[in-house]
């Protein structure tokens, strides 16, 4: 794939803000003459939004592998309906989530094996070349506060505080590892967007 665009991945705990950080992270690119466009996960293309609703009902149980089979999925016509045609047109495309949540959630959060995840991620996304990832860093417990509560109508807002916290060491243990660019998020949204900015200037 020729890929003259840049590929920019935000990741966070519920209520961390990512949204809100990727919609203005968007906005700020392209008040700087950049053309950026903004996508999510699951989701951003047909198949992938159908796979959402389903992934967040929360009368639908699957088990750890369906779910990191539907993701993937997703994953894919998402990548070949919106991320590849953007990159090749020599867009900035800023994703809210992508395989870095498989590892936390399905991984971290469920016990699936993470060697094993990593490959299937792989396969997925092949040839894409992740340019900038990033991790907004607040704990789930002040993330849910900050949110006002889990969401009942989202099955995986609906797990333990437990569960979230394994999902937030792992997103800690890929920030140990270089795959993610830690970013504090403990402070006002403006003060966020900065320290974003700050990272994805090094890219562009």
Known sequence: MNN???????????????????????????????????TREPGGAPLAEQLRKLLLDPTYSPDAYAELYMYSAARRDHLNKIVFPALDSGKIVVCDRFVYSTLAYQGYGRGLDI??????????????????????????EIGFKRKGGADKNDRLERESLDFFNRVYAGFKAMCERGELTAIDGSGEKERTANNIMQAVRKIL
């Open 4 to 38: 003259p665009g840049k590929f920019i991945v935000m990741e966070g705990v519920e209520g961390a803000g990512k949204s809100r950080q990727c919609a203005m992270l968007v906005e700020s690119l392209n008040s700087m003459g950049y053309s950026a466009v903004l």
């Open 115 to 140: 060697e094993f995840i990593r490959k299937v991620n792989a396969m997925t996304i092949e040839p894409l070349k992740v340019d900038l990832a990033m991790f907004i860093d607040i704990p789930p």
